[in-house]
């Protein structure tokens, strides 16, 4: 393996997660909200750097899937169970953040920025780009880390003076959105020849041919999406049912209630600013 897939130590990856771990610590004081950042972030770098990392951007289809399952099903929504209401609340308080991360947190909104940047994360220019280039492979393991987050905003509620779902309507929500988030799988399935030139040694490093490590990525990413994330959906609806909460009811925060109030007095500054003469 050296010799087709030498070492690496990417710094960078390393470095960037240390310090998001380092800021997490010092920034929360909760210590289940600091194991999830943990866990999240060590598994993050390990699917980042040598081998899984190297094997994704370089190599193998099949790897690279598994590697944005693992982003986009678990760094992602431990990093934002990670972070308490009182840090998001700070992190979203700027009037232009506040409006972005207000619509990405709608459903319909959720699933077409998912679908579409997702599916652009995997055309072919994309994916050669990150084989031969480090940045390239760190941009778009940058985006599949927003994708993730972007995808589990309406599930986990967690963002305050978003729109906020009922039990049943986040269950509902995640199991629809696995349906969706695979787009390219069926194409990887029933294609006929490799589609993805960049990436080569399949064989020598896995023991597979391109054309066989497509299609098993397109296997992968249907079961690896379906399973945790059906699993999720269902868990999120009985759970509620056992704690007895109504499944239609959509609860109310008071986060969400301070985050509605200073939308109201910024309008009413907008207002009285439109209407000052000149």
């Known amino acids: 393996m050296s010799s087709l897939l030498p070492f690496q130590w990417h710094l960078v990856e390393i470095v960037v997660v240390v310090a998001a771990g380092v800021a997490h610590h010092l920034v929360v004081t909760d210590k289940l909200a600091r194991r999830r950042a943990l866990y999240a972030l060590a598994v993050l770098l390990a699917v980042t750097i040598w081998p899984i990392g190297d094997l994704a951007s370089s190599v193998s289809l099949t790897v690279a899937t598994v590697q944005r399952l693992v982003i986009m099903l678990f760094v992602a929504p431990m990093l934002l169970m990670a972070t308490p209401t009182p840090v998001l609340a700070r992190l979203t308080n700027p009037r232009l953040v506040d409006a972005i991360t207000r619509r990405l947190a709608h459903p319909g909104v959720a699933v077409v920025v998912v679908t579409a940047i997702g599916t652009l994360t995997l055309a072919t220019p994309v994916v050669d780009w990150g084989a031969h280039s480090t940045f390239g492979r760190d941009a778009t393991l940058v985006t599949v880390l927003f994708v993730g987050v972007v995808l589990w905003l309406p599930a986990l509620g967690v963002l305050p003076g ?5 039990p049943a309507g986040r269950a509902g929500y995640v199991f629809a ?15 006929q020849h490799s589609l993805y030139p960049a990436l080569h040694h399949q064989y020598a490093l896995l023991h597979m041919s391109p054309l066989f490590d497509q299609q098993l990525a397109g296997f992968i990413a249907k079961l690896g999406c379906y399973m945790p994330m059906w699993a999720v959906a269902f868990t999120i609806f009985f759970h509620s049912e056992e704690r007895g909460e109504p499944v239609e009811e959509t609860p109310l925060h008071w986060a969400d209630v301070q985050r509605q109030l200073l939308r109201i007095d910024r309008e009413r500054e907008r207002a009285v600013r439109r209407h000052q003469p000149e």
């Open 162 to 166: 978003a729109r906020r779902l009922s």
């Open 177 to 191: 959105s696995a349906l969706v988030v695979t787009s390219l799988s069926f194409v990887w399935i029933f294609s």
